[in-house]
């Protein structure tokens, strides 16, 4: 049977990418954050997921404004790598696992959540910088990857509540799949930033150390959070947040915390990451 | 515009179904701006392309006039509005910094510093 094994979450910040892409990583400026992935690339490395369930938003890259899915998941055989305006990432192709794909999309819909299904997109930085802070450079990604995307981009996304029971079936529907296989499951976004207006730049260390709290401890209560509550405390653009509570849905009501990290900046965002084991 | 309970954070424009109603032209020729040859056709043109697309005329004076913050009033998203900068060879943090009305260096030290703090800006 497939079992969800541990979750991660990781801000998807695009300057990341860049960094990445153009050789920067070295810098004074970047070496403190890819400091914080160290452990993260040996563990993953041990865990050797087969599939990962990847919780991101597009930003305006494979969705404008002609089709805005609250939660689409991807279900093709791969996923090119958007051009978002400079050119493709140099990335490798993202390789879906149409198998467990589908089936989760049938098992959620059944279970309620009404997923759109999605048999060709482009994949933005949302989601391959993730790949890129817990992999590396490879020349192709060691296992499968399942984009699911979530709506963040137009007011409301789902709320925190959805997103948790979200996770919640995800769980239920990956251990009704015959195969045997081991999946981790990201959640990706945040932490907080806000990259609009005259409150662009806002950063809030204090709303970023509670939620990491609360999600491990209590995701129910944090589950609770109103998008207001984000908006005003994290940023427009904090409230990605939301995706985090997929992931944590998704795995045990206690976890292993293996890996708790926090940094600011990168360019206009604070970056928080979490490795989670599942326990019992 | 109507009452809404996030009206009153401050120096935010929430993407909200009013402002998508009256930004979706904007943000769709923002979105044609993925394309290199529309990227071409726009900086060799810029008003010709703009009279393409059924946009107010205060909307196009904004894009012309790279009032980013005037786009966001007028319906623009940021993550479309930024194709425009990205067209124009500006960073994210460059139109952060035009946005919130310091240098990009002031800005860069901002962040650098921790970031624009949280305290005086939750409520206007």
Same mark, same amino acid.
């Given at each position: 049977?497939?079992?969800?094994?541990?979750?991660?979450?990781?801000?998807?910040?695009? =300057?990341?990418?860049? =960094?990445?892409?153009?050789?920067?990583?070295?810098?004074?400026?970047?070496?403190?954050?890819?400091?914080?992935?160290?452990?993260?690339?040996?563990?993953?490395?041990?865990?050797?997921?087969?599939?990962?369930?990847?919780?991101?938003?597009?930003?305006?890259?494979?969705?404008?404004?002609?089709?805005?899915?609250?939660?689409?998941?991807?279900?093709? %055989?791969?996923?090119?790598?958007?051009? %978002?305006?400079?050119?493709?990432?140099?990335?490798?192709?993202? %390789?879906?696992?149409?198998?467990? =794909?589908?089936?989760?999309?049938?098992?959620?819909?059944?279970?309620?959540?009404?997923?759109?299904?999605?048999?060709?997109?482009?994949?933005?930085?949302?989601?391959?910088?993730?790949?890129?802070?817990?992999?590396?450079?490879?020349? =192709?990604?060691?296992?499968?990857?399942?984009?699911?995307?979530?709506?963040?981009?137009?007011?409301?996304?789902?709320?925190?509540?959805?997103?948790?029971?979200?996770?919640?079936?995800?769980?239920?529907?990956?251990?009704?799949?015959?195969?045997?296989?081991?999946?981790?499951?990201?959640?990706?976004?945040?932490?907080?930033?806000?990259?609009?207006?005259?409150?662009?730049?806002?950063?809030?260390?204090?709303?970023?150390?509670?939620?990491?709290?609360?999600?491990?401890?209590?995701?129910?209560?944090?589950?609770?959070?109103?998008?207001?509550?984000?908006?005003?405390?994290?940023?427009?653009?904090?409230?990605?947040?939301?995706?985090?509570?997929?992931?944590?849905?998704?795995?045990?009501?206690?976890?292993?915390?293996?890996?708790?990290?926090?940094?600011?900046?990168?360019?206009?965002?604070?970056?928080?990451?979490?490795?989670?084991?599942?326990?019992? | 515009?109507?009452?809404?309970?996030?009206?009153?954070?401050? $120096?935010?424009?929430?993407?909200?179904?009013? #402002?998508?109603?009256?930004?979706?032209?904007?943000? #769709?020729?923002?979105?044609?701006?993925?394309?290199?040859?529309?990227?071409?056709?726009?900086?060799?043109?810029?008003?010709?392309?703009?009279?393409?697309?059924?946009?107010?005329?205060?909307?196009? #004076?904004?894009?012309?006039?790279?009032?980013?913050?005037?786009?966001?009033?007028?319906?623009?998203?940021?993550?479309?509005?930024?194709?425009?900068?990205?067209?124009?060879?500006?960073?994210?943090?460059?139109?952060?910094?035009?946005?919130?009305?310091?240098?990009?260096?002031?800005?860069?030290?901002?962040?650098?510093? $921790?970031?624009?703090?949280?305290?005086?800006?939750?409520?206007?």
């Amino acid at each position: 049977m497939a079992r969800i094994t541990a979750g991660v979450a990781t801000s998807h910040v695009p =300057a990341i990418g860049a =960094a990445l892409d153009n050789g920067k990583s070295g810098e004074d400026y970047w070496k403190p954050l890819f400091a914080g992935y160290e452990y993260s690339k040996d563990w993953i490395a041990r865990e050797k997921p087969d599939v990962i369930i990847l919780v991101y938003n597009d930003h305006a890259s494979a969705f404008s404004l002609e089709l805005i899915p609250t939660f689409a998941i991807g279900c093709a %055989e791969s996923f090119n790598p958007a051009d %978002e305006g400079w050119g493709p990432r140099p990335v490798p192709v993202v %390789e879906g696992h149409p198998g467990l =794909a589908w089936h989760l999309a049938e098992s959620l819909i059944l279970d309620e959540f009404d997923m759109t299904i999605v048999n060709r997109m482009d994949v933005d930085h949302g989601l391959t910088v993730p790949l890129s802070l817990m992999f590396g450079q490879p020349d =192709a990604w060691p296992c499968k990857i399942i984009p699911l995307a979530v709506n963040v981009v137009q007011y409301p996304p789902p709320t925190g509540h959805r997103c948790f029971n979200l996770g919640k079936a995800i769980a239920r529907a990956v251990a009704s799949y015959p195969e045997d296989l081991k999946v981790v499951v990201f959640g990706t976004g945040g932490m907080s930033h806000q990259l609009q207006g005259p409150r662009a730049g806002l950063i809030n260390k204090q709303f970023d150390n509670a939620f990491m709290d609360q999600l491990i401890s209590d995701p129910k209560a944090q589950s609770g959070v109103s998008h207001l509550d984000y908006v005003r405390e994290a940023g427009s653009e904090g409230i990605e947040l939301v995706m985090w509570l997929i992931m944590r849905g998704a795995l045990s009501d206690k976890v292993c915390v293996k890996h708790r990290f926090y940094h600011v900046p990168a360019s206009n965002t604070a970056v928080g990451h979490l490795i989670l084991e599942s326990e019992g | 515009m109507s009452q809404k309970p996030y009206h009153d954070i401050p $120096g935010t424009i929430l993407f909200d179904a009013e #402002q998508s109603r009256a930004g979706f032209h904007l943000n #769709q020729f923002c979105m044609s701006l993925m394309k290199a040859d529309n990227r071409a056709a726009f900086k060799a043109d810029e008003r010709g392309y703009l009279d393409q697309w059924p946009m107010t005329e205060a909307q196009k #004076q904004s894009v012309l006039r790279r009032d980013w913050n005037g786009m966001l009033a007028l319906g623009g998203n940021i993550y479309f509005t930024s194709k425009i900068a990205a067209t124009d060879g500006l960073s994210f943090q460059q139109i952060a910094a035009i946005m919130s009305g310091v240098t990009q260096p002031e800005y860069a030290a901002m962040m650098l510093a $921790g970031g624009r703090s949280i305290e005086g800006n939750r409520y206007k």
